[in-house]
């Protein structure tokens, strides 16, 4: 998929477990559905950190280009060192370690420590990432070209400022889920693994196919590329994603905000 449907993806995801924990009869604080869904919607772009043209590579200028390298090369490496006779010889790591259920439980896992040990410093750089993807993710159009990185970037910084303000008031959730003293933001981890699993699936119903089941090994393949049927499939940037996902996407997300904000029943 494209960044932007990637992003509208992750949006939807966290707003259905929005409506799910109000139809549980433990609804989430409105600060917690929206600053959620947010992060969820950057971190539905993460996973191609490995692909030098990517959103997330470029959106933090040389620093996240150099971080790119790094994590092809890493991901490059991996798969070298624990693909099986059936996994095909590549020149790159693109789609391998950051595509699977192990990269996305890590890279939340890792955010949630960040955020617990980090202090306010650390809880206010996780939303500023995020806040920066998903900006450029759901207004792709507004945010596209250099020139408009800054713009994002002091957009995203009094966004993460002014949410984590607001989390930080009784009762508006920066204790949600979590709610023993010093597990402030614990809860941050979440709509990261949700928004890489989200990515993961979406890449899934491309051709492609992703081999989010690493490292169990499916016959003679560990990147073994999961996927509906061939026939199921489709290209990224194809009119299925422009014209159907995408506003399915939309739909799905509006229906999830009205239920978790109690305005469906």
């Keep these: 998929m494209m960044g932007?449907?990637?992003?509208?993806?992750g949006a939807a995801a966290w707003l259905g477990v929005g409506a799910?924990?109000?139809?549980?009869?433990?609804p989430m604080p409105w600060p917690v559905l929206l600053v959620g869904a947010l992060i969820c919607a950057g971190a539905a772009l993460a996973p191609d950190l490995d692909h030098k043209a990517a959103t997330i590579s470029t959106a933090f200028g040389p620093?996240?280009?150099?971080?790119?390298?790094i994590v092809d090369k890493l991901s490059y490496a991996v798969y070298k060192a624990t693909r099986m006779?059936?996994?095909p010889r590549r020149n790159g790591g693109h789609r391998t370690l950051t595509h699977t259920w192990v990269w996305?439980?890590?890279?939340?896992?890792?955010?949630?420590?960040?955020?617990?040990?980090?202090?306010?410093?650390?809880v206010l750089a996780i939303l500023f990432v995020h806040m920066v993807l998903a900006i450029e993710g759901l207004l792709w159009r507004a945010a596209r070209g250099s020139s408009s990185d800054i713009l994002v970037w002091l957009l995203a910084g009094t966004s993460a400022w002014i949410l984590a303000g607001i989390l930080d008031k009784p009762g508006n959730g920066s204790d949600w889920l979590f709610t023993q003293p010093g597990q402030e933001y614990l809860w941050l981890?979440?709509?990261?693994?949700?928004?890489?699993?989200?990515?993961?699936?979406?890449?899934?119903?491309?051709?492609?196919g992703c081999p989010v089941l690493w490292p169990i090994p499916i016959g003679h393949k560990r990147w073994y590329p999961i996927g509906p049927p061939k026939a199921m499939r489709f290209r990224a940037g194809s009119w299925v994603e422009v014209k159907v996902l995408m506003p399915v996407f939309m739909v799905l997300g509006?229906?999830?905000?009205?239920?978790?904000l109690n305005d469906v029943i």
Excluded at 20 to 26: D, L
Excluded at 63 to 69: A, H, I, K, T
């Design 85 to 87: 006779k059936g996994d």
């Design 4 to 9: 932007p449907a990637h992003s509208l993806s």
């Design 254 to 260: 509006g229906v999830g905000c009205a239920a978790a």
């Design 189 to 208: 981890g979440l709509p990261i693994v949700l928004g890489a699993l989200v990515h993961d699936i979406g890449d899934a119903l491309t051709v492609s």
């Design 63 to 69: 620093v996240s280009r150099g971080l790119c390298e």
């Design 104 to 122: 996305a439980v890590l890279i939340g896992g890792g955010a949630s420590a960040a955020a617990l040990y980090g202090g306010r410093w650390a």
């Design 20 to 26: 799910a924990t109000a139809a549980t009869a433990h």
